[in-house]
């Protein structure tokens, strides 16, 4: 965790939720049906920034790449209602 946490520090004010990590089933909704989804997700952070590429540039030294080599990190930004 010492590594998550220099990073978090490191982002400023940009974390906004640092998060948890998200555990059990992974299923994706299709029309009505169920099936089990073909991407695992380990958890999640929030984060805001001036733009989506401020917010994409935080992640690029990000622990998780270095400690699961297979590992990946998405970035999906939410629209303001």
């Known amino acids: 965790m ?4 220099a ?5 400023g004010n940009a974390v ?3 998060g948890n990590p998200v555990m059990g089933g ?3 909704l299709e ?4 099936k ?5 997700v380990g958890g999640y ?12 540039a935080l992640f690029t030294d990000h622990p998780h790449l270095s400690s699961h080599p ?10 303001p209602m």
């Open 2 to 5: 010492e590594e998550w946490m």
């Open 31 to 34: 029309g009505s049906s169920w």
């Open 70 to 79: 297979k590992a990946s990190l998405e970035v999906h930004e939410i629209i």
């Open 45 to 56: 952070s929030l984060l805001q920034g001036e733009s989506f590429e401020a917010v994409q």
């Open 16 to 18: 906004r939720d640092f």
């Open 36 to 40: 089990q989804s073909d991407k695992e």
């Open 7 to 11: 990073w978090k520090a490191k982002t």
């Open 26 to 28: 992974h299923a994706t």
